[in-house]
Each structure stands twice: as C-alpha cells, then as structure tokens.
Nanobody, 122 residues
Framework: QVHLVESGGGSVQAGGSLRLSCLAS????????MGWSRQGPGKEREGVAR???????GYAPSVRGRFTVSRDNAKNTLYLQMNSLKPEDTAMYYC????????????????WGQGTQVTVSS
C-alpha cells in the first residue's frame, strides 16, 4: 500500500510558476515509478509527467518545456515544477504511483493522492 499526500497548489496568474510536492509513504519509494495526472473542469483525466526509478522522465506534449518532474528518494518526495503556467493548466493535480513499474500512462497508475488544486487566471 502506498499513501500519497500532495501539497503546493494554489492560484497564480498566467506566466507564473508553482511547485507541487508529493510525500509518499513506505520504504520502496526509490524503486517506484511516479507521476502526475490532472483533471480540469469538464475534462477527462490526463497524464502530465512521469519519472521512473532510474530518473527517466516523460511529459505530455502540452507541458513539455514548461514542467519538470523530479524526485528526492532520500525524502520520499516527488516534485513537479510548473513554469509559464497557462489558464488551460487549471486542474486538480494528482500524484500517482506504480510500485511495479508495469504501467505506462500516469492516469492508469494504481495509487493516487487526494489531489491539489491549481488555478491559473488570465
């Protein structure tokens, strides 16, 4: 069982930045594939970014070049640095985990946090 707690969401103007954090429980964080998913108002859940246990990263085309996913295994913490935010980035952001690293898409990861809201105004 993996327990995930996100923090760092908030309201910013377009062009601003936010950094999300996700604290994970357990002692297998370093071998767990992690990611971020989001769901905007009236939209389906979508994958934002993922990072493997070996620090290989992947991003959705809509955020590539603006968002950076990283992890600190010593702190059991996942991060999402979000720069040049746009109104269309407004969504609930979820930290997701796949201990088996057998799933490709973050929205399909088996473990989810409770989410943190990001609102970007124009």
């Amino acid at each position: 069982q993996v327990h995930l707690v996100e923090s760092g969401g908030g309201s910013v103007q377009a062009g601003g930045s936010l950094r999300l954090s996700c604290l994970a429980s357990g002692d297998s964080f370093s071998t767990t594939c992690m990611g971020w998913s989001r769901q905007g108002p009236g939209k389906e859940r979508e994958g934002v970014a993922r990072i493997s246990s070996g620090d290989i990263t992947g991003y959705a085309p809509s955020v590539r070049g603006r968002f950076t996913v990283s992890r600190d295994n010593a702190k059991n913490t996942l991060y999402l640095q979000m720069n040049s935010l746009k109104p269309e980035d407004t969504a609930m952001y979820y930290c997701v985990a796949d201990p088996s690293c057998s799933v490709v898409a973050p929205p399909d990861f088996p473990y989810w946090g409770q989410g943190t809201q990001v609102t970007v105004s124009s």
